[in-house]
């Protein structure tokens, strides 16, 4: 068999238009925030410009709205990715002040080149307790999704010979 294709008949008002001219811009492959734009963005909000006011005058400083290289929307997000790495920051804080209540507190983070939450596990005294005891069988229930930050919730988990569940652990997972 054969890896050439050769293209025999073209019906071209099967095809859609391209985007117009004024359109461009907003193709996300044309979108993009310097790094020295993502500075001044951030400069603005630490005063409190609101985003809709920093987008006016990014715009007027590049020459109007159609020569930026991103959009508000763009902005916005920008500030959403930089507050999730936030909360990553403030999720280590809580496990590390667990830790250092608990000593046997175990968590392991993984990030990904961006320095975003890749995954996280953890499982504090009562958990890893369980386990040594009900540790036999273990299920890993990934029923639970967030919506927020797209990640996955599992649980490691078992009955006890109550008939209740017990958790031995818990994750995040992209």
């Known amino acids: 068999m054969s890896e ?21 811009r907003f193709l996300p492959i044309n979108r993009s925030i310097s790094s020295t734009f993502r500075l001044l963005f951030q400069s603005l909000s630490e005063v409190n410009v609101p985003v809709s006011q920093q987008t006016v005058y ?15 929307l763009d902005i ?7 507050l999730k790495n ?4 403030l999720l280590v804080e809580e496990f590390e002040m667990k830790k250092f209540v608990q000593p046997d ?3 392991s983070i993984v990030k990904d080149s961006s320095g975003r939450l890749k995954h996280v596990f953890w499982a504090d005294s009562i958990m ?32 006890n010979h109550h008939k209740k569940t017990v958790i ?3 994750a995040f997972l992209r």
Not at 76 to 82: K, P, V
Not at 138 to 159: A, P, Q, R, W
Request: proline residues 1%; negative net charge; glycine residues 6%.
């Open 4 to 24: 050439v294709w050769i293209v025999k008949h073209i019906v071209l008002e099967h095809n859609h238009p391209l985007t117009t001219l004024s359109k461009v």
């Open 58 to 72: 990014f715009s007027t400083q590049v020459g109007g709205i159609e020569h930026m290289e991103c959009t508000q």
């Open 76 to 82: 916005l997000n920008m500030y959403r990715d930089d």
């Open 86 to 89: 936030y909360d990553v920051d």
């Open 105 to 107: 507190f175990f968590y």
């Open 128 to 159: 890893i307790q369980h386990f040594k005891l009900f540790g036999d069988a273990i299920i890993f229930d990934t029923t639970y999704k967030t919506n927020v930050y797209s990640l996955i919730f599992g649980m490691f988990c078992e009955v």
């Open 168 to 170: 031995f652990g818990s």
